[in-house]
């Protein structure tokens, strides 16, 4: 069963917008649950918050769960070769996440919080393409 190339690329794009769609979403109610009653008017109110040590490291777990999901639903978008399209977005996060760093944007995440982003997302990304990978052939075998 093979895939069209204009499908791929929209598999992949797709897979990266909904990454970034679930992070930034989980993020901001993560956010707004530790404001505990305090008025985000503008940035620094906001970065103040998203900054703290506990919001950092419960980002980086949400970001995996995130990339898992999102894994398994280019996936499962695909129909096929799902382990190579997570691996593709992963690759497209690498860039997109070193072309965001190489200019300052305070919206931005620490850099170190950046680097274990870098680290978790293409393994996490692979995993979940994996798993649908797998129920897929599960699925296919018993037909």
């Known amino acids: 069963m093979g895939i069209g ?9 797709a897979g990266l917008l909904l990454l970034g769609f679930i992070d930034q979403t989980l ?12 008025e985000i008017k503008d940035e620094a109110t906001y970065l103040a918050i998203r900054n703290r ?3 950092l490291a419960v980002t980086l777990v949400t970001h995996g769960l995130a990339s898992l999901l999102t894994g398994y ?4 978008l695909a129909g096929a070769r799902e382990v ?7 690759g497209l996060f690498t860039v ?20 274990v982003m870098l680290a978790i997302t293409p393994p996490t990304l692979i995993a979940g393409a994996y798993v649908r990978g797998q129920a897929r052939a599960i699925r ?4």
Request: hydrophobic share 60%; aromatic share 0%; glycine share 6%.
């Open 5 to 13: 190339i204009g499908r791929s690329v929209a598999v992949v794009v």
């Open 96 to 115: 997109a996440m070193i072309g965001a760093s190489a200019s300052p944007n305070v919206m931005l995440p620490p850099v170190c919080v950046r680097m």
């Open 73 to 76: 639903v280019l996936a499962k």
């Open 140 to 143: 296919e075998e018993r037909t």
């Open 53 to 55: 040590p506990i919001v």
């Open 84 to 90: 190579q399209h997570a691996a593709a977005t992963a």
């Open 27 to 38: 993020e901001r109610a993560l956010v707004m649950v530790l404001a505990q009653g305090v």
